[in-house]
């Protein structure tokens, strides 16, 4: 197969985690005869210092002529606490996501045995959690009409019926081929929104018979991702219960540095890990690279390359059991592994695996 690749490095730790998980498609490539073509693009506070736009047109047309994104992080402290700034890396995020129509943030999670003791959660809670948060990602207060003023400001949290539509048939077919059990997270209690979002879900779920719908408000769903992690299979909720509870359920992983995710939509679909760009260990080869090279294996499993997806999964597992991990997720008093080293070991065992 041959694969045209929009490759977003962006900030931070981006390009270091980039660099692998480009070594790791290529090493597949090679191993499985498919071609890919890489084409590198600015975008994050890199973009706004090259040409003032954390989004340009070309970085948006790349991608648009591209079979796949991947993408690593945006993001800059120059940025963080100067409220007067009008344009932020994390704005290219959102423009990205919108100018590419991708609506539906895919995110699984899923624990490794070699790891339950790095998370602060018990043992005997989180092993065996297996399930996939969904998402929206263009509506709600993100990009619904605002104001900020010097004693008032508002966000509004928007959405229409097709736009609930749409996330929820992909919750549902994702469901379908997992274990049929969705779960609608909201606040229809309180939120106008919300109410909408359960009464479509209500009249959907009669088209899935299969599926088993339940709805939950996100103070709870809160609380039991935490407590019965093994109760999910899939959540489908709006953008911003979305954005926080994806980041919580990074406590059951043991480390954000092991998540990868998917957004698609209406155009290329964009692979990233769930981290963000931090900066400060920028440089520093300590970052750690396992969810950008799991975002990798999503891009491949999304055009169906699921042996060369399953190959590297094997081999990330058999990096964490060999305990070849960077310091955030090390045992104490282990050996000290870098991100190019985690990358290299990573694509020596692509490479000779039988």
Not at 224 to 246: A, K, M, W
Request: glycine residues 8%; contains cysteine; charged residues 25%.
């Amino acid at each position: 197969m041959n694969l045209k690749i929009a490759v977003l490095a962006g900030d931070g730790i981006g390009p270091e985690i980039m660099k692998q998980g480009v070594a790791v498609l290529d090493t597949v490539g090679e191993k499985f005869g498919h071609q890919f073509t890489y084409t590198p693009a600015v975008c994050g506070a890199h973009a706004i210092d090259e040409v003032g736009d954390p989004f340009p047109e070309a970085t948006f047309k790349t991608c648009m002529d591209a079979d796949a994104v991947l993408f690593a992080a945006v993001g800059d402290p120059r940025f963080d606490n100067d409220p007067t700034i009008k344009v932020r890396p994390e704005n290219g995020l959102l423009a990205m996501r919108k100018q590419l129509g991708l609506y539906a943030n895919v995110r699984p999670v899923a624990t490794f045995d070699c790891l339950l003791h790095n998370s602060p959660l018990k043992d005997e809670i989180i092993k065996g959690a297996d399930f996939v948060v969904i998402r929206e990602l263009t509506g709600g207060m993100y990009f619904g009409k605002k104001y900020q003023g010097k004693d008032m400001a508002y966000d509004t949290d928007i959405y229409s019926r097709p736009e609930i539509e749409r996330i929820l048939k992909v919750g549902f077919e994702f469901a379908l081929k997992r274990h049929q059990h969705l779960t609608v997270v909201d606040k229809a209690n309180v939120l106008a929104s919300s109410r909408l979002w359960r009464e479509v879900a209500m009249e959907m779920a009669k088209k899935y018979p299969k599926v088993k719908t339940d709805y939950m408000f996100i103070d709870n769903a809160s609380m039991r991702v935490l407590t019965e992690p093994r109760f999910f299979d899939v959540i489908v909720t709006e953008n911003t219960f979305g954005d926080i509870l994806t980041d919580e359920t990074s406590s059951i992983t043991g480390s954000m540095g092991l998540q990868p995710s998917a957004s698609l939509g209406e155009h290329t679909p964009l692979f990233e890990p769930v981290h963000g760009s931090w900066p400060q260990a920028a440089g520093k080869n300590i970052a750690n690279p396992v969810a950008e090279i799991l975002s990798a294996a999503m891009l491949l499993e999304h055009f169906g390359l699921k042996d060369e997806g399953a190959l590297i999964r094997k081999a990330v597992n058999a990096s964490l059991e060999a305990k070849v991990r960077t310091p955030e997720i090390q045992v104490a008093g282990g050996k000290k592994y870098g991100t190019t080293d985690v990358g290299s070991w990573i694509v020596d065992y692509i490479r000779t695996a039988k």
